[in-house]
Structures are given as C-alpha cells and as structure tokens.
C-alpha cells in the first residue's frame, strides 16, 4: 500500500495554469504506475492521465492531450500534473491514483488502482 497526497489545486481563469502533485510514500515508488484522474458533479471518474513506474510511457485523455503534461519524480517520491490553457470543462476534483506494476506498464480505468489520494479541487472560470 501506498499513501496519496495531492495539492496544488484552486480557482484558475480558463486560459490559466495549474500544477498539481501528489506525493507518495514508501522507498518502492517507482514499482507504481501513477494516474491522474477527475470526477466533475453528476459524472463518473474519468481517466486524465497516466505515466509508468519507470517515466518512459505516458498516456492522455484525449481532452487534454496537448495541454496537460505527467511527470514523476521518483527520487522525491511524487508524480505530477501541469495543467495549461484550462477549460471550464476541466473543473472537477483530481485524484492521484497508483498500482503496483512492471516498470513498463500503464493503466487506464479506476477500477485497475487499488490506492487513491483524497483529491484536490480545480476549478475553472470562464
């Protein structure tokens, strides 16, 4: 198991930016692969973006393929999410999600992680 922190959401003006991250814990992070997900209100969680345990395989939703950019620091032992040209239709509550895994591997539905963070709120205006 692993604990899940995010932070850096808030209220942006659509064109803004944000930067989320969501710190881990444990000395086997890189065994993860991360993801990023949102749930607006009334709507199921959505995949946003995930990234392997090694760095090397990212993959997007295509709503935001182009402007959101995953990374992970594994020596800080945390993943992140840069968040440009926001929309309103990005407002929701992020939540950092991982699972063990092989260093290649990405997953891509909520059901497939086993550990979640408490979310962080984003919310855009027009």
């Known amino acids: 198991q692993v604990q899940l922190v995010e932070s850096g959401g808030g209220l942006v003006q659509a064109g803004g930016s944000l930067r989320l991250s969501c710190a881990g814990s444990g000395r086997t992070f890189g065994s993860y692969a991360m993801g990023w997900f949102r749930q607006a209100p009334g709507k199921e969680r959505e995949f946003v973006a995930a990234?392997?345990?090694?760095?090397?395989?990212?993959k997007y939703a295509d709503s935001v393929k182009g402007r959101f950019t995953i990374s992970r620091d594994n020596a800080k032992v945390t993943v992140y999410l840069q968040m440009n040209s926001l929309e309103p239709e990005d407002t929701a509550v992020y939540y950092c999600?991982?699972?063990?895994?092989?260093?290649?591997?990405?997953?891509?539905?909520?059901?497939?992680?086993?550990?979640w963070g408490q979310g962080t709120q984003v919310t855009v205006s027009s």
């Open positions: 999600s991982a699972k063990t895994s092989r260093a290649y591997e990405l997953w891509y539905t909520p059901n497939e992680y086993d550990n």
């Open positions: 990234i392997s345990g090694d760095g090397r395989s990212k």
